[in-house]
């Protein structure tokens, strides 16, 4: 194969990339808050924190803190040390990625800070598949976070301050979620010694801004329903395949009333998702018990599902092909605040077990 | 396809797709997002805002009659009566008790002064690691702020028409 022809075979149709040596995820990592912790999903992950300042004196501490548990606790699991680990690449919701520059630091990995709102663990593991399989790194670590009581603050109102959300709200989740993606060397060596199943990031579909005009920051699922769709659609026609190619289909934090809008979406290019979709959001929380109305968001709430969850029940063969697809809204308090309308974004990541 | 103008509840997840006009597109989504979101229901939401407002206001009531009782003129009596709400409201906003009320009651916790109370004292709260200049002391009108604006403002306005009814003997 010549190099020219290598580079033409991992472009696939007008957004997608299929990877010529899909890069293995080392390890994941998962470090919830409390509710989170209490949730559906409690049992799945690595750490869960109960005090929610964890340990810090301010809510983007907290986060910061709980960033770097997640950074340590994937290397570790992945059995490395900060030194093997060449990029790091992550980002969250605050203004200026404070939780992420102040969560880091002090593991001196040099870093790509990114921001795609709630999507970002897709940005930041589509970007790190790129790099390991373009051979630029062999090892590197994708990782976010996000805090309700920070979002809260940076977006909506203090804590302290008394009013009714409405149904289509969403609730933040607390909590960091990391993956050590690195060089899929382990094809014989792993096969008959391990009972778990390796996941590796087959391919990737970078989403576009998409907008429809919604302009109602309390529904946020439906703002981003549209890039979902998109994103997903783009992903089926750009590799030729049917919505059952994959045995989930997963959102990031979509909702109940983002997921009724994206599946409506979905079929009028005649893909029928209802069998085989999941939102991160909807299982995290229950929504009757906990009080969360539309269900949960935030970077971390498709970051911890993803390394808490979706891994897990990949590498025990249940799910052998997913996409997952974390979706985020682009606005901020200014762009809401001067009337614009809420942009959204998805991206989508093919994970394949091996 | 040649009307500009969206009926409400006849949009279809179709109609969004195939439309290319961008600002059509957008009405057209948002009806059809509303029609797809569900809502609380406003009955309900109106009887629990009538009975937690009344019991605010009933407790107010109480506290005023107690201060009458106690030998205060009737002004005097008022100023103590909004003094104890705002104290109780900013009492029950830093035990985090008075979110939780008002995500039942509604508008029966944001009408009554209590409200005003408690959208200055959360923010108090929740700046003061920004510092006692730039945290409290600039955030801590950030959701009361309009109130205390347009509230001087409107007054000012009915002041001057009060003025102007009266120079002309109408008041």
């Given at each position: 194969?010549?190099?020219?022809?290598?580079?033409?075979?991992?472009?696939?149709?007008?957004?997608?990339?299929?990877?010529?040596?899909?890069?293995?995820?080392?390890?994941?990592?998962?470090?919830?808050?409390?509710?989170?912790?209490?949730?559906?999903?409690?049992?799945?992950?690595?750490?869960?924190?109960?005090?929610?300042?964890?340990?810090?004196?301010?809510?983007?501490?907290?986060?910061?803190?709980?960033?770097?548990?997640?950074?340590?606790?994937?290397?570790?699991?992945?059995?490395?040390?900060?030194?093997?680990?060449?990029?790091?690449?992550?980002?969250?919701?605050?203004?200026?990625?404070?939780?992420?520059?102040?969560?880091?630091?002090?593991?001196?990995?040099?870093?790509?800070?990114?921001?795609?709102?709630?999507?970002?663990?897709?940005?930041?593991?589509?970007?790190?598949?790129?790099?390991?399989?373009?051979?630029?790194?062999?090892?590197?670590?994708?990782?976010?976070?996000?805090?309700?009581?920070?979002?809260?603050?940076?977006?909506?109102?203090?804590?302290?301050?008394?009013?009714?959300?409405?149904?289509?709200?969403?609730?933040?989740?607390?909590?960091?979620?990391?993956?050590?993606?690195?060089?899929?060397?382990?094809?014989?060596?792993?096969?008959?010694?391990?009972?778990?199943?390796?996941?590796?990031?087959?391919?990737?579909?970078?989403?576009?801004?998409?907008?429809?005009?919604?302009?109602?920051?309390?529904?946020?699922?439906a703002c981003m329903a549209p890039?979902?769709y998109t994103t997903i659609s783009?992903?089926?026609?750009?590799?030729?395949?049917?919505?059952?190619?994959?045995?989930?289909?997963?959102?990031?934090?979509?909702?109940?009333?983002?997921?009724?809008?994206?599946?409506?979406?979905?079929?009028?290019?005649?893909?029928?998702?209802?069998?085989?979709?999941?939102?991160?959001?909807?299982?995290?929380?229950?929504?009757?018990?906990?009080?969360?109305?539309?269900?949960?968001?935030?970077?971390?709430?498709?970051?911890?599902?993803?390394?808490?969850?979706?891994?897990?029940?990949?590498?025990?063969?249940?799910?052998?092909?997913?996409?997952?697809?974390?979706?985020?809204?682009?606005?901020?308090?200014?762009?809401?605040?001067?009337?614009?309308?809420?942009?959204?974004?998805?991206?989508?990541?093919?994970?394949?077990?091996? | 396809?040649?009307?500009?103008?969206?009926?409400?509840?006849?949009?279809?997840?179709?109609?969004?797709?195939?439309?290319?006009?961008?600002?059509?597109?957008?009405?057209?989504?948002?009806?059809?997002?509303?029609?797809?979101?569900?809502?609380?229901?406003?009955?309900?939401?109106?009887?629990?805002?009538?009975?937690?407002?009344?019991?605010?206001?009933?407790?107010?009531?109480?506290?005023?009659?107690?201060?009458?009782?106690?030998?205060?003129?009737?002004?005097?009596?008022?100023?103590?009566?909004?003094?104890?709400?705002?104290?109780?409201?900013?009492?029950?906003?830093?035990?985090?008790?008075?979110?939780?009320?008002?995500?039942?009651?509604?508008?029966?916790?944001?009408?009554?002064?209590?409200?005003?109370?408690?959208?200055?004292?959360?923010?108090?709260?929740?700046?003061?690691?920004?510092?006692?200049?730039?945290?409290?002391?600039?955030?801590?009108?950030?959701?009361?702020?309009?109130?205390?604006?347009?509230?001087?403002?409107?007054?000012?306005?009915?002041?001057?028409?009060?003025?102007?009814?009266?120079?002309?003997?109408?008041?």
């Amino acid at each position: 194969m010549s190099e020219q022809n290598m580079t033409n075979n991992k472009i696939a149709g007008k957004q997608s990339i299929l990877f010529e040596n899909p890069p293995l995820i080392l390890s994941g990592s998962s470090i919830a808050g409390k509710k989170e912790g209490e949730g559906p999903l409690g049992s799945f992950f690595d750490e869960i924190e109960e005090d929610p300042m964890a340990g810090g004196k301010t809510w983007e501490d907290a986060e910061s803190r709980l960033m770097k548990r997640a950074a340590e606790k994937a290397i570790e699991k992945a059995g490395l040390t900060n030194q093997d680990i060449r990029f790091l690449i992550g980002g969250d919701l605050l203004g200026q990625l404070i939780a992420t520059s102040f969560g880091i630091v002090s593991l001196e990995i040099p870093m790509f800070g990114v921001y795609g709102a709630c999507s970002t663990m897709g940005e930041s593991m589509a970007l790190g598949a790129i790099l390991v399989d373009g051979g630029y790194a062999d090892k590197v670590i994708a990782i976010t976070s996000s805090h309700f009581a920070g979002a809260e603050k940076q977006f909506r109102f203090p804590l302290g301050y008394g009013n009714q959300r409405p149904l289509s709200a969403t609730w933040t989740v607390t909590g960091s979620g990391a993956v050590v993606i690195g060089k899929n060397e382990s094809k014989d060596k792993n096969k008959h010694k391990k009972k778990e199943k390796n996941v590796v990031i087959k391919g990737i579909t970078v989403g576009k801004i998409v907008d429809y005009g919604l302009k109602d920051s309390m529904n946020m699922g439906a703002c981003m329903a549209p890039a979902a769709y998109t994103t997903i659609s783009q992903n089926l026609k750009d590799i030729n395949q049917l919505p059952l190619y994959y045995d989930k289909i997963i959102t990031g934090d979509l909702g109940s009333v983002g997921k009724d809008i994206l599946i409506d979406l979905l079929k009028e290019d005649g893909f029928d998702i209802s069998s085989n979709f999941m939102d991160c959001g909807m299982e995290i929380f229950d929504q009757d018990s906990q009080d969360t109305h539309a269900g949960g968001s935030g970077c971390g709430c498709s970051a911890i599902t993803l390394t808490g969850y979706i891994l897990d029940k990949m590498r025990r063969g249940e799910w052998n092909r997913v996409l997952f697809v974390p979706t985020g809204s682009l606005q901020s308090t200014v762009s809401f605040n001067e009337g614009n309308s809420i942009p959204g974004i998805a991206h989508g990541i093919i994970l394949e077990t091996c | 396809m040649n009307d500009k103008n969206v009926k409400a509840g006849d949009v279809s997840a179709q109609d969004v797709i195939i439309e290319h006009d961008q600002d059509t597109k957008g009405q057209k989504y948002n009806e059809y997002v509303k029609k797809m979101t569900p809502k609380h229901s406003w009955f309900l939401n109106m009887l629990k805002a009538f009975l937690i407002g009344g019991i605010i206001c009933t407790i107010g009531q109480g506290f005023n009659n107690l201060y009458k009782h106690w030998g205060a003129t009737e002004d005097l009596a008022a100023s103590y009566t909004t003094l104890s709400l705002v104290f109780l409201a900013v009492l029950l906003t830093g035990l985090n008790i008075y979110p939780k009320l008002a995500k039942f009651g509604g508008a029966g916790t944001v009408v009554p002064i209590t409200g005003f109370a408690n959208s200055v004292a959360a923010p108090a709260v929740e700046f003061k690691k920004e510092g006692h200049v730039f945290g409290i002391g600039c955030k801590i009108f950030t959701i009361a702020g309009p109130v205390i604006l347009y509230g001087i403002f409107s007054s000012w306005i009915l002041g001057i028409i009060y003025y102007i009814l009266m120079e002309f003997g109408v008041v």
